[in-house]
């Protein structure tokens, strides 16, 4: 699988572009606020109906329009298939597959998996849990259609309990069949997501320690670390437990909503003991080891999108992410960097072809 071309229309910073790719390596180059980023975040809502850096759609669309179109045409299976997206202001997003609209966006994710590595991953080390559990659920949701399903069910039983927490509150009426109705639903969603991360830390653990070893030679002892409330007791008695004290609280205290994925450098956090390097070549391997997780389940290569990495990576790291990258185990990657020198000089020492596109203020010149 990989993406033949693109067109867009309102996109941020672009009136207009449409740029036709190679199946193997591409770079966008130009300086900083030229809309190289913008061109990723592109693809990736080809890929995940969304943005990567700002979740309200609106804000997408180029400053003085009323909406942005992106069509994109993969090749997949030597099949092409035409995606697009469209977003009006204060209307519902459009989002269509060979001209027929998707009734649920879910059902478009993980048919064109792409993973990105961009500045922003630093986030997953230094913001709190949920960032680092909405990691996990990417990855199982983009392998795994009905692991989704069971997340959507048990955030609204969330929600639902936790108003209904508030309601006795208010109130101080106490109905507890009710209560035990959305614990039901809770401990029946809960319990099949919480079974499912954890067969997927599994695995995932162990690629990921490849991934860093071959990184950095060895350099450090790293680890991942899968922390839940349901490994220490079942999820009915947990509830059971915390009734008092959610109801205190007016919210939901125990379930797979605290889980957490903890990292560590030398047994110690890597959010207060990694330097900015050794969080870098963290975060690059954690999304190297998504890649690989995503190729083995869906036994095609997802796309690779590369946004300004060389920067806090020594030349060795470097050297060694980009052979790799280019190695048979991965397809289509789009890099973007500001010295286009030094990616051209980076794709011929390890004799891979590069198209690439020198972005300048919004206008793509290929060359």
Do not use: W
């Not at 649920?104 to 961009?118: E, K, N, Q, T, Y």
């Not at 990921?208 to 008695?237: C, G, I, M, R, W």
Request: hydrophobic fraction near 40%.
């Amino acid at each position: 699988m990989y993406l033949k071309k693109i067109s867009l229309v309102n996109f941020k910073n672009y009136d207009e572009a449409e740029l036709e790719f190679s199946e193997g390596a591409n770079a966008f180059t130009g300086n900083n606020g030229a809309g190289k980023t913008n061109l990723l975040d592109a693809i990736h809502y080809l890929s995940l109906c969304k943005s990567y850096f700002n979740p309200i759609d609106s804000q997408q669309i180029k400053q003085g329009r009323d909406l942005f179109l992106i069509q994109g045409v993969f090749d997949k299976n030597d099949s092409d298939e035409v995606i697009s997206c469209g977003i009006r202001k204060n209307q519902k997003k459009q989002f269509k597959k060979n001209k027929k609209e998707y009734q649920r966006l879910a059902d478009h994710i993980g048919l064109f998996p792409l993973v990105m590595i961009s500045p922003n991953d630093v986030s997953l080390i230094l913001d709190g849990s949920e960032e680092r559990r909405k990691f996990m659920d990417t990855v199982i949701s983009l392998t795994d259609a009905r692991y989704l399903d069971e997340l959507i069910i048990y955030n609204k039983t969330l929600q639902n309990r936790n108003a209904l927490l508030k309601q006795i509150a208010d109130t101080g009426k106490y109905d507890p069949t009710l209560l035990e109705i959305f614990d039901e639903q809770l401990i029946r969603a809960g319990t099949k997501i919480f079974e499912k991360r954890k067969a997927f830390m599994a695995v995932f653990t162990e690629v990921f320690n490849q991934h860093y070893k071959y990184l950095t030679d060895e350099a450090e002892a790293v680890n991942l670390v899968y922390d839940s409330p349901l490994l220490a007791d079942d999820f009915s008695s947990l509830l059971k437990k915390s009734v008092e004290k959610d109801r205190i609280l007016q919210r939901t205290t125990q379930g797979i909503h605290k889980d957490e994925l903890t990292f560590e450098i030398h047994g110690m956090p890597m959010k207060k003991f990694g330097s900015q390097g050794q969080q870098k070549s963290f975060l690059i391997a954690l999304k190297l080891a998504k890649y690989s997780f995503i190729y083995q389940e869906k036994k095609f290569k997802p796309v690779l999108l590369l946004d300004d990495i060389f920067d806090k990576l020594d030349d060795l790291r470097i050297t060694k992410l980009m052979k790799m990258v280019s190695a048979d185990d991965f397809g289509q990657i789009f890099i973007t960097d500001t010295n286009a020198k030094r990616v051209k000089h980076i794709f011929d020492e390890i004799g891979v072809a590069l198209k690439s596109f020198q972005i300048d203020q919004s206008v793509i010149h290929h060359e």
